[in-house]
């Protein structure tokens, strides 16, 4: 089964084919962030326009890559929310489009199911059943997930997810955007332990998140009238140090709580090299595993939505039968079963 598979959620223009029997035939992925650079975040509006220009150009380049044409497609699977409206609509336009000029069925999928299965991919996937950390720029979620579509909610952030702590926090350094990698690279420098910062939650005997507060504790720090900039770096290091403290903690909280021994990272922050030795020491501890995706899968991406849309017709699902435009720029995980 060959899926065209196309992610315009928010400021990622991706397109791929996946094969469910020789796996990734060809991807092209083009990221808005000089163009957002200078706003200092995304602006809606310049999404949607670029990915109206982008995507036509991605597809033919993915297309042309693998030798294939739309009619060589199986389906075409495009992400319907949660994301940014106007840019979910760019794509889930031209997938109707395509799909309805080509006589194949078109497929709404969610965009954090993508990235909960992209570890799939990995040579060395995880067996179900297993806990997923869901940790991107708008979410931080713990899912016990029992087979595709089979998603239990164990607990999420209260306000900030942990990738927006990381860009404010970064935005009061007055790092640069995106703010989450530049931070990442400061703490690099520094040395966590000069500052007694917040565990938000951590003790608070549920798998629910909060790091507003975190990221208030450092506002405070800097504002205070002793602060000195040369110490950014330790501050960047007791930040980051924090996060990963709570999100390790909470993790194996939900992997003893369910009886499980696998743990799945996906999204963005999941990258974050601090993160996954933390997480790897505290899974490790007792007993464990944690899978990752490939780093390329990290970020929003076409592979994601194309092999999570393939899966989806492979248990059966069956595609809406008249062509529509469906997106839900508000669309929570446990409401899209199986």
């Known amino acids: 089964m060959k899926v065209l598979g196309i992610e315009s959620s928010c400021d990622e223009t991706g397109v791929a ?14 990221t808005q962030v000089n163009l957002h650079a200078v706003y200092g975040g995304v602006v809606p509006e310049l999404a949607s326009r670029d990915h109206i220009r982008l995507l036509p150009v991605l597809i033919r380049q993915t297309l042309r890559e693998a030798g294939l044409c739309v009619a060589d497609m199986d389906a075409v699977a495009y992400t319907a929310g949660p994301g940014l409206a106007g840019a979910l609509l760019v794509g889930a336009s031209v997938s109707e489009a395509l799909a309805l000029a080509a006589g194949i069925p078109a497929l709404p999928v969610h965009h954090l199911e993508g990235h909960l299965l992209s570890p799939l991919l990995s040579d060395n996937p995880p067996a179900f059943p297993f806990v ?34 990381f860009d404010k926090t970064a935005k009061i350094l007055g790092l640069g955007y995106p703010g989450g990698p530049q931070l990442a690279a400061l703490a690099a420098r520094g040395r966590a332990g000069r500052f007694k910062l917040p565990r938000p939650m951590l003790h608070s005997g549920d798998f629910d998140f909060s790091f507003s507060g975190l990221k208030t504790a450092v506002l405070n720090v800097v504002s205070s009238s002793d602060w000195d900039p040369a110490f950014s770096a330790d501050l960047a290091a007791d930040f980051q140090q924090a996060v990963v403290d709570v999100l390790a903690a909470k993790s194996v909280a939900a992997l003893t709580h369910t009886g499980l021994q696998a743990l799945v990272v996906a999204g963005g922050v999941g990258a974050n090299l601090a993160l996954r030795n933390g997480l790897d020491t505290a899974v490790a501890r007792r007993g464990g595993r944690v899978f990752y995706p490939e780093p390329m899968l990290c970020t929003d991406n076409g592979v994601m939505i194309a092999f999570a849309g393939a899966q989806r017709l492979m248990r059966g699902e069956r595609p809406p039968a008249e062509p529509a435009v469906r997106v839900r720029p508000r669309w929570p995980l446990s409401e899209n079963r199986g």
């Open 132 to 165: 997923a950390l869901l940790v991107s720029g708008g979410h931080t979620q713990l899912m016990r997930v029992a087979d595709v579509g089979d998603y239990e909610l164990l607990g999420e952030t209260l306000d900030d997810a942990a990738g927006e702590a």
């Open 17 to 30: 084919i996946y094969d469910s029997q020789e796996g990734l035939l060809a991807q092209a992925l083009h």
